[in-house]
Structures are given as structure tokens and as C-alpha cells.
């Protein structure tokens, strides 16, 4: 018996016999796909199995409800698909009343069974995972995300599903991620007006941007950006209260949706911020994405100037030393066969200065790389070095962040001049 799905349903049968590691007795199907009815037949016996039969739930290792119930995520056919409707559904939505019913459960398995749930679409699915939602079961967990995403497109039952939660809202990353739901709903005209027009929504928009607020930054950068998509008054309210935040990114973030409305005022600030070396970057990211790109200044998308706003964008966002530098030097462009990309790469050496020593290393000064990964090795490399040496140690470095098999044991001087001038024999 060679056949691929006869293999797959003993396989399963056997382990509701024996028990043990579920994972391992499905390792030869690992990426296997369900094609058949029997397939799904073998899938219910086994969901049955684990809840008539506690020691299957002991003796496997890690857990085997999610491992069965994403069998049924990704049929192969169609004969598949409508058996796990006709059959295979009714076992996880057995498991998922009972677990919101108050009997024992774990709550990582109730979210993968309700994710499954999710993607297909059912009628009574829909008032169980609403039932889930409203009872808070694990709000900040972001598999609540995965099953938002099942109702984003043409959802048969997205109106009264959208218009219970709004009445109701969810906590924690579960409201986040309604939310994002809502705005690509409203966003694709599925649906209007927003779900958060209801004082009910704005209050919660208005708690993610309260100066105190302990939610990170993302809830407020998410309020910020569904204004767009309120009616005018509400809009309005959420992005002066962006005006106001703390956090300079938020107020930004403010300006930037005006921008979207076609306000010509922030445009225009927008564009004329493309000028400032340490914000321009972010800014020409900005105008690309919201569709004014024909408007970002020439002067600002030259190689040497994107170099420098490049550099300055990765001190701030991405260094540990999270701060713009004082002072930005253009020292040169070459070109050389770059090992990491395994093709020739134009490179960028810039240098970065700043008045008082940043860091826990005080640094003062270094010199970044911009035209492949860009980057600065901050407290190895300096402004004195020989720019040899720099491309050197930053080739070695950045063959070890992408796991290259050819990244050298030691990062050392020697090493990065030698693996340069192999491919670079001019050096």
C-alpha cells in the first residue's frame, strides 16, 4: 500500500490506537495536503478519539488538537473542502462550545480551532467566534489577527458580524485587530459608514491616543491612520488629538493622513521636509505610499543626499544609538563585487558625527555603509579607519546576518581585506 492518502489515514488511525507523539507519527506527511473524503473521515476519528480519550492529550508531545485541526485548513479539492463543511467542522465547533461553555480547554487550542473555523465561512461559526471575542479570551493574542483576516473579502455574514462588535467592542490586540478589519471593510466599500463612527468607537480611538495610555505606539498609529475613513467631525477630533501626543512620531503620523485628504498646506510640508537630511528618508517613503511621489524634491534623490538620509534614517530608527546625528559626511561611491549579493553592488561610504558621545560605547563618531544592507558597526569600525578595511568587516559582517555559508569564522581586518580583493582584485 503505496498510496499517499491510504498511508496518511493509517498512519492516523494508528496513533489513536497507540497514542504517543502525534508529530512524530505524521512526520513522513509533513506539507501533506487533504485530497480525499477518507482523508477527512480519518481526520474525525481521530478529533473524536482526542476527546473521548484524555491519555492522547498526555502522551503526545506538543499539542495535538492544533496539529489535527490544521489538517483541515488547506484542502487539496473541492471533494475535500465540502467534506470538512459536511463533517469535519462540527468536531471543532464541538471542541470550541465546549471550551466557551466553561469545561477545561486550552486556550491556545481554542484559537487555532476558531482560526480554522474562521476560514470557512459558516453561519454558526460566526456567533461562535463572536462568542469568543465578547467572553475576551486571550484579547492580546495575535492569532486574533489570522481570524479577523478570514472576514476581510466579501464575508457572506461580515454586516451583522461587524455591527454586533461594534456595539460590543473587544479588548486588547483583538480590538486592534478589528479595527484593522473595519478600516480595510470601509477602505474596499464593503461596507459604510466605519464601524468606530459610534461614540462607542471613538471613545475606544480616543483611549488609544491618551497621553498616559499604556498601549504601545502601534494602537495610536492605528487611530491615526482609520481618521481618514470617520465622517469629517470625527476625523477632525482624532487627528488633533495626533497634534497633541508626546510621541513625535504620532504628530507626523497626523500630518501625513491630512496629507491623504488632499490638505495642500501638509503636502506642501512634506515635500519641503524631503530637504532635511535626517528626515528625509522616512518622508520620501511617505509620499510614495500615499501616491505623491511626483512631488518629492530632485535635490533629495540624489545618490550622495539619499546616502546621507539613508544613514541618518538608520541611527534613528534602527542603531542602538536611536539618535540623529549631528553632522553627515559624503566620502565616496564605489562599486565592487559585493559577496553577500554574490553581484556587483554599488556601495556608499558615509560618515556620521555627533557632539557628545552617544552610547554606552560614547561614541563620537563611525562610518555607515549604504547601497546594500545599510549599516554601521558601531564601537568596530571608526572614522579613522581606512575605508578598505570598513567594506571589509561590514562584507564579513553582513555575510553573517543573512546566514551565508561563506561568513567567515572571525570577523577580523585580515579576513574582510582578503574576501574583498578575491573578488576585487584592483583593491
Known amino acids: 500500500m503505496n498510496d499517499p492518502s491510504q498511508l496518511f489515514c493509517k498512519a492516523l488511525e494508528q496513533w489513536c490506537l497507540e497514542g504517543g507523539s502525534l508529530r512524530q507519527a505524521l512526520e513522513k506527511f509533513r506539507g501533506h495536503t487533504v485530497a480525499t473524503k477518507a482523508e477527512v473521515a480519518a481526520i474525525c476519528r481521530a478529533l473524536d478519539a482526542l476527546h473521548s480519550n484524555e491519555a492522547l492529550h498526555t502522551t503526545s508531545d506538543g499539542r495535538p488538537l492544533e496539529i489535527i485541526a490544521q489538517l483541515f485548513s488547506t484542502p487539496k479539492t473541492r471533494e475535500a473542502e465540502q467534506a470538512i463543511i459536511d463533517d469535519g467542522l462540527q468536531w471543532l465547533r464541538w471542541y470550541a462550545t465546549d471550551a466557551l461553555s466553561g469545561k477545561p480547554h486550552d486556550t491556545h487550542d481554542l484559537l487555532s480551532v476558531l482560526s480554522v473555523l ?5 453561519k454558526e461559526d460566526v456567533s461562535v467566534i463572536y462568542k469568543a ?37 473587544p479588548s486588547g490586540r483583538c480590538c486592534l485587530a478589528f479595527l484593522k478589519l473595519c478600516d480595510h471593510i470601509a477602505t474596499t466599500k464593503q461596507l459604510q459608514p ?9 471613545e475606544k480611538l480616543k483611549s488609544y491616543l491618551h497621553p498616559q495610555s499604556q498601549r504601545s505606539m502601534e494602537f495610536a498609529r492605528a487611530a491615526i491612520c482609520t481618521a481618514p475613513l470617520l465622517e469629517e467631525s470625527h476625523c477632525q477630533t482624532i487627528l488633533r488629538l495626533g497634534d497633541a501626543h508626546p510621541d513625535p512620531s504620532i504628530p507626523f503620523l497626523a500630518k501625513v493622513m491630512r496629507a491623504t485628504l488632499g490638505d495642500q498646506g501638509e503636502i506642501d510640508a512634506l515635500v519641503a521636509r524631503c530637504l532635511d537630511v535626517n528626515r528625509s528618508y522616512e518622508t520620501q517613503l511617505v509620499l510614495k505610499e500615499i501616491g505623491l511621489e511626483s512631488r518629492i524634491p530632485a535635490a533629495s534623490q540624489r545618490e550622495d543626499f539619499l546616502a546621507l538620509a ?16 549631528d553632522r553627515l559626511h559624503f566620502l565616496e561611491s564605489r562599486e565592487l563585487f559585493w559577496l553577500p549579493r554574490h553581484q556587483h553592488v554599488r556601495l556608499y561610504a558615509v560618515k556620521y558625527e555627533f557632539d557628545q558621545p552617544q552610547g554606552e560605547l560614547a561614541i563620537r563618531d563611525g ?12 564601537g568596530e569600525t571608526n572614522a579613522s579607519m581606512d575605508l578598505t578595511d570598513v567594506y571589509g568587516l561590514h ?29 576585487n582584485p584592483h583593491l
Open 118 to 122: 474562521a476560514k470557512y465561512r459558516q
Open 133 to 169: 471575542i465578547t467572553f475576551r479570551i486571550a484579547a492580546d493574542d495575535p492569532a486574533w489577527l489570522t481570524i479577523f483576516d478570514a472576514f476581510r473579502d466579501q464575508h457572506p455574514y461580515i454586516k451583522p458580524f461587524l455591527q454586533s462588535l461594534a456595539k460590543h467592542l
Open 194 to 202: 466605519h464601524a468606530f463612527n459610534a461614540p462607542v468607537g471613538m
Open 310 to 325: 539613508k544613514t541618518a534614517h538608520w541611527l534613528v530608527s534602527e542603531s542602538p544609538l536611536r539618535c540623529s546625528p
Open 367 to 378: 562610518i555607515a555603509l549604504v547601497g546594500s544592507i545599510t549599516h554601521s558597526l558601531i
Open 395 to 423: 562584507c564579513c559582517w553582513e555575510l553573517e546576518a543573512m546566514n551565508d555559508p561563506l561568513a567567515p569564522r572571525n570577523r577580523t581586518l585580515k579576513t574582510g581585506r582578503n574576501l574583498l580583493r578575491k573578488h
